[in-house]
Protein backbone atom coordinates (compact mmCIF):
# COMPACT_ATOMS: atom_id res chain seq x y z
CA UNK A 1 0.00 0.00 0.00
CA UNK A 2 1.50 3.42 -1.21
CA UNK A 3 1.25 6.65 1.07
CA UNK A 4 0.06 10.19 -0.32
CA UNK A 5 2.97 12.21 0.72
CA UNK A 6 1.18 15.06 3.07
CA UNK A 7 1.03 18.38 1.08
CA UNK A 8 3.36 20.79 2.05
CA UNK A 9 1.29 23.62 3.62
CA UNK A 10 -2.53 24.33 3.65
CA UNK A 11 -3.93 27.86 4.04
CA UNK A 12 -7.18 28.42 5.63
CA UNK A 13 -9.01 31.19 4.57
CA UNK A 14 -12.03 32.79 6.53
CA UNK A 15 -15.31 33.24 5.68
CA UNK A 16 -15.99 36.75 4.98
CA UNK A 17 -18.83 36.74 8.40
CA UNK A 18 -15.81 35.66 10.51
CA UNK A 19 -12.98 38.63 9.12
CA UNK A 20 -16.10 40.44 9.75
CA UNK A 21 -16.56 39.67 13.00
CA UNK A 22 -12.56 39.63 14.11
CA UNK A 23 -12.42 43.02 12.62
CA UNK A 24 -15.06 44.06 14.61
CA UNK A 25 -13.46 43.31 17.63
CA UNK A 26 -10.25 44.50 16.43
CA UNK A 27 -11.65 48.14 16.16
CA UNK A 28 -13.68 47.64 19.81
CA UNK A 29 -10.17 46.32 21.48
CA UNK A 30 -8.29 49.55 19.76
CA UNK A 31 -10.84 52.15 20.59
CA UNK A 32 -11.55 50.71 24.34
CA UNK A 33 -7.76 51.10 24.46
CA UNK A 34 -7.91 54.94 23.39
CA UNK A 35 -10.95 55.89 25.50
CA UNK A 36 -10.64 53.94 28.88
CA UNK A 37 -6.46 52.84 29.00
CA UNK A 38 -4.61 55.44 27.62
CA UNK A 39 -6.27 58.56 29.78
CA UNK A 40 -5.75 56.58 32.64
CA UNK A 41 -2.48 57.02 31.58
CA UNK A 42 -1.92 60.40 30.79
CA UNK A 43 -0.35 62.27 33.14
CA UNK A 44 -1.76 65.22 32.52
CA UNK A 45 -5.30 63.61 32.16
CA UNK A 46 -7.92 67.05 33.39
CA UNK A 47 -8.37 67.34 36.95
CA UNK A 48 -10.83 68.60 39.42
CA UNK A 49 -9.07 72.03 39.21
CA UNK A 50 -11.36 74.65 38.30
CA UNK A 51 -14.64 72.23 39.32
CA UNK A 52 -16.26 71.78 42.74
CA UNK A 53 -15.08 69.21 45.03
CA UNK A 54 -16.35 65.69 45.80
CA UNK A 55 -18.98 65.90 49.23
CA UNK A 56 -17.19 63.28 51.41
CA UNK A 57 -17.19 61.45 55.29
CA UNK A 58 -14.57 60.37 56.47
CA UNK A 59 -14.14 58.50 59.92
CA UNK A 60 -11.63 60.72 61.96
CA UNK A 61 -8.52 58.80 63.31
CA UNK A 62 -7.97 61.73 65.06
CA UNK A 63 -8.79 65.13 65.70
CA UNK A 64 -11.86 64.19 67.27
CA UNK A 65 -13.68 61.73 69.54
CA UNK A 66 -13.99 58.27 68.63
CA UNK A 67 -16.79 57.92 65.92
CA UNK A 68 -16.66 61.39 64.68
CA UNK A 69 -16.65 62.17 61.33
CA UNK A 70 -15.84 65.33 59.11
CA UNK A 71 -17.95 66.30 56.19
CA UNK A 72 -16.53 68.51 53.57
CA UNK A 73 -20.16 70.12 53.33
CA UNK A 74 -19.25 71.32 57.32
CA UNK A 75 -16.09 73.16 56.15
CA UNK A 76 -17.91 75.33 54.27
CA UNK A 77 -16.23 79.14 54.38
CA UNK A 78 -12.54 77.74 54.92
CA UNK A 79 -9.56 77.02 52.62
CA UNK A 80 -9.21 72.79 53.03
CA UNK A 81 -6.17 71.49 52.44
CA UNK A 82 -6.47 67.32 51.89
CA UNK A 83 -3.52 65.18 52.04
CA UNK A 84 -4.13 61.56 50.58
CA UNK A 85 -1.30 59.09 52.35
CA UNK A 86 -0.54 55.50 53.27
CA UNK A 87 1.54 54.28 55.77
CA UNK A 88 3.32 52.34 53.16
CA UNK A 89 4.40 55.02 50.95
CA UNK A 90 7.88 56.70 52.07
CA UNK A 91 6.81 59.90 50.59
CA UNK A 92 4.34 60.44 52.58
CA UNK A 93 6.00 60.68 55.82
CA UNK A 94 7.78 63.51 53.89
CA UNK A 95 4.77 65.34 53.29
CA UNK A 96 3.10 64.55 56.61
CA UNK A 97 5.99 66.36 58.11
CA UNK A 98 5.24 69.67 56.41
CA UNK A 99 1.45 68.92 56.72
CA UNK A 100 2.35 69.01 60.46
CA UNK A 101 4.30 72.30 59.93
CA UNK A 102 1.70 74.03 57.73
CA UNK A 103 -1.22 73.06 60.09
CA UNK A 104 0.96 74.92 63.23
CA UNK A 105 1.28 78.41 60.51
CA UNK A 106 -2.37 78.79 59.73
CA UNK A 107 -3.50 77.47 63.44
CA UNK A 108 -6.59 80.07 64.28
CA UNK A 109 -6.99 80.98 60.66
CA UNK A 110 -9.57 79.78 57.77
CA UNK A 111 -8.02 76.77 57.40
CA UNK A 112 -8.46 73.25 57.93
CA UNK A 113 -5.67 70.83 57.29
CA UNK A 114 -7.25 67.12 56.66
CA UNK A 115 -4.84 64.36 55.90
CA UNK A 116 -6.85 61.39 54.35
CA UNK A 117 -5.40 57.97 55.07
CA UNK A 118 -6.10 55.71 51.62
CA UNK A 119 -5.15 52.15 50.25
CA UNK A 120 -4.40 51.03 54.35
CA UNK A 121 -5.82 49.28 56.96
CA UNK A 122 -6.95 50.96 60.05
CA UNK A 123 -4.40 50.26 62.61
CA UNK A 124 -1.80 50.66 59.86
CA UNK A 125 -3.14 54.70 60.02
CA UNK A 126 -2.86 54.96 63.26
CA UNK A 127 0.46 53.34 63.95
CA UNK A 128 1.77 56.03 61.15
CA UNK A 129 0.01 58.65 62.60
CA UNK A 130 0.97 58.11 66.16
CA UNK A 131 4.99 57.27 64.87
CA UNK A 132 4.63 60.60 63.40
CA UNK A 133 3.49 63.03 65.66
CA UNK A 134 0.70 64.16 63.56
CA UNK A 135 -1.53 66.67 65.33
CA UNK A 136 -3.66 67.51 62.86
CA UNK A 137 -6.90 65.57 61.50
CA UNK A 138 -6.74 62.20 59.73
CA UNK A 139 -9.91 60.59 58.64
CA UNK A 140 -9.96 57.42 57.20
CA UNK A 141 -11.21 56.29 53.42
CA UNK A 142 -12.67 53.12 53.89
CA UNK A 143 -12.57 51.10 50.57
CA UNK A 144 -10.89 54.39 48.76
CA UNK A 145 -14.10 56.05 48.03
CA UNK A 146 -12.82 59.37 48.83
CA UNK A 147 -9.26 58.83 47.05
CA UNK A 148 -11.33 57.82 43.81
CA UNK A 149 -13.73 60.46 43.48
CA UNK A 150 -10.69 63.09 44.09
CA UNK A 151 -8.85 61.22 41.24
CA UNK A 152 -6.00 60.41 43.24
CA UNK A 153 -3.84 57.85 41.27
CA UNK A 154 -0.30 58.61 43.27
CA UNK A 155 0.63 59.30 47.10
CA UNK A 156 1.05 61.58 48.63
CA UNK A 157 -1.60 63.54 46.47
CA UNK A 158 -2.26 67.07 48.40
CA UNK A 159 -5.26 68.77 47.51
CA UNK A 160 -6.68 72.87 48.13
CA UNK A 161 -10.35 73.32 48.04
CA UNK A 162 -11.51 77.05 48.56
CA UNK A 163 -13.75 78.88 50.41
CA UNK A 164 -16.59 77.98 48.14
CA UNK A 165 -15.71 73.92 48.09
CA UNK A 166 -14.12 74.84 44.26
CA UNK A 167 -10.59 72.75 43.62
CA UNK A 168 -8.22 75.66 43.39
CA UNK A 169 -4.89 72.42 42.99
CA UNK A 170 -4.03 69.17 43.05
CA UNK A 171 -0.50 67.69 42.84
CA UNK A 172 0.36 63.96 43.18
CA UNK A 173 3.78 64.61 44.44
CA UNK A 174 5.44 66.01 47.48
CA UNK A 175 4.35 69.61 48.05
CA UNK A 176 7.34 71.51 49.81
CA UNK A 177 6.43 73.69 53.17
CA UNK A 178 6.47 77.22 51.23
CA UNK A 179 4.72 76.25 48.04
CA UNK A 180 1.95 75.11 50.30
CA UNK A 181 1.74 77.80 52.15
CA UNK A 182 2.35 80.40 49.58
CA UNK A 183 -1.06 78.86 47.70
CA UNK A 184 -2.57 78.30 50.81
CA UNK A 185 -2.22 82.21 51.29
CA UNK A 186 -3.28 82.87 47.62
CA UNK A 187 -6.71 80.94 48.57
CA UNK A 188 -7.34 82.66 50.98
CA UNK A 189 -6.90 86.31 49.80
CA UNK A 190 -9.47 84.97 46.61
CA UNK A 191 -11.85 83.73 48.50
Keep these: MSQRPAPMSQSKTLHPKQAWFLGVVAAAVTLMFAFVILPQLDPKKPSLVGRPAPEFGLELLTGGEPGDRVRLSDLSGRVVVLDFWA ?61 NAYGVTALPTVVVVDRAGRVVEAEARVVSQLELAELIRATLAGS
Excluded at 119 to 142: E, I, W
Design 87 to 147: SWCKPCEEQAAIMEQVAKEFAGQDVYVLGVATSDSRDDARGFLAAHDVSYPSGFDDRNAVA
